[in-house]
């Protein structure tokens, strides 16, 4: 190993050195050259963006993955730069026990039939959040991570550098004003009264020591602070570029919105598509059955309505149809061939999404069409008959934005 001896002796003389002066400005002894407000700025930018994207790093792996043990697991493996082992959603699981289940119980059973039809779902929904976490992982978590552990410790790195270099040019200052200090001191006006002609020449030569002393000063002083001015100019073109970070994360967050977004619309489809199947099944029991129609999917179903349009009037109800006076049509056994339509009072209705009906007796809407819509007497609130053409069934009115 060469070991130098000389240079490990100037190391530790620099160390010594900038010590000395970070203690002083602690104590209030010595001075300090501040930055300009321009500078402190970005510092304060740079060091708040870090804080907050470690924050919301942090966080978001935990909506991710909830399991602490899980996170550390995953954490280890890319620290090993190892793929991280696949792993079985609570969806999918939960998916697993059902079907299971359902086979012990019997799957021609009612209980065992939903079982399966419910676990099937679940797996579904399992495979949307695996989707959800891969993608938020590469789009969104890995962009923040990257900046922490690329991007951020450059910074830290030459910002280091920057007040290595501060505290020299402060302690090449304070070198300087002492040797002047001194050198005033040395030039001072002699004592004609001395009887001492000796200290003459000794004052003389510390005054030309002290003059050696301030020239060698003052050029340390100018070579500290070209290296200064020349680090302060690296260090605030890297703290300004956290700008194009700002950009990059916006894109980001942007993917990762979608991605959310993306996934809790899979999740809604696929309960709409289990509810209509649950319904179907014979046997099953279904809270409600007749208010089951989902709203839409890009919004509350009474919230959309709400905000496009007025407050849903009292809807024309159909007299009773002739041969059943003391009776109304259901909801599951309607046929829209029997239904008359009131002689006045229909309304007209504007579709706001497009609906797929479920059965026959029910009518399938296109978005930002007209309709004519009334209710029968004792049917669900939440539907409305709707007439297109020919054309009649059942329309859900959360769909619909009734006209005056």
């Known amino acids: 190993m060469d070991f130098n001896m000389k240079k490990l002796a100037s190391d530790a003389g620099v160390f010594f050195t900038r010590a000395v002066q970070f203690t002083e400005e602690k104590l209030g002894q010595a001075e300090k050259t501040e930055l300009d407000a321009h500078f402190e700025n970005l510092l304060a930018r740079a060091d708040g ?102 991007d951020w410790r450059t910074i830290s790195k030459e910002r280091r550098i920057l007040e290595n270099r501060r505290l020299d040019l402060d302690a090449c200052k304070a070198r300087l004003k002492k040797a002047k200090a001194a050198e005033a001191k040395a030039a001072a006006v002699p004592d004609f009264n001395e009887t001492r002609p000796r200290n003459y020449i000794l004052s003389a030569s510390a005054s030309a020591l002290w003059s050696d002393e301030v020239e060698k000063a003052e050029h340390e002083l100018r070579m500290a602070q070209t290296e200064f001015d020349r680090q302060a100019e690296v260090t605030r073109l890297l703290l300004e570029g956290i700008s194009s970070t700002h950009v990059n994360h916006l894109r980001c967050l942007h993917e990762f919105a979608e991605a959310q977004a993306t996934y809790y619309a899979q999740c809604y489809q696929y309960m709409l598509d289990l ?20 709203p839409p999917t890009t919004a509350s179903p009474t919230a959309m309505a709400a905000a496009t349009g007025p ?18 049509p259901t909801v599951e056994g309607l046929n829209p061939g029997d239904v008359k339509p009131p002689a006045s009072g229909t309304r007209k209705a504007r579709v706001l999404y497009d609906y797929q009906a479920a059965d026959s007796g029910e009518l399938s809407l296109l978005a930002d069409e007209m309709i004519t819509v009334y209710s029968l007497p004792g049917m669900d609130p939440d539907w409305l008959i709707g007439e297109r053409g020919n054309q009649k069934g059942k329309v859900p009115v959360t769909y619909l934005e009734l006209l005056s």
């Open 311 to 328: 407050a849903v009037p009292t809807i024309p109800v159909v007299p009773t149809v002739v041969g059943a006076p003391n009776s109304a």
């Open 275 to 294: 509810q209509k199947q649950l319904g179907r099944l014979p046997g099953t029991f279904v809270g409600n059955v007749e208010s089951t129609s989902p």
């Open 49 to 150: 963006t870090k804080n907050w994207t470690e924050k919301i790093l942090r966080q978001t792996e935990v909506l991710l993955q909830p399991n602490p043990s899980a996170r550390v697991e995953e954490f280890l493996y890319e620290k090993l730069d190892r793929k991280v082992p696949s792993r079985v959603t609570n969806g999918e699981l939960l998916a697993q026990y059902m079907i299971e289940a359902a086979n012990d119980f019997g799957p021609g059973t009612p209980y065992g039939k939903t079982l399966i039809k419910v676990g099937e779902t679940e797996r579904r929904l399992g495979g949307a959040e695996r989707d959800f976490i891969h993608s938020a992982s590469i789009n969104f978590l890995s962009p923040l991570r990257n900046f922490l552990e690329g």
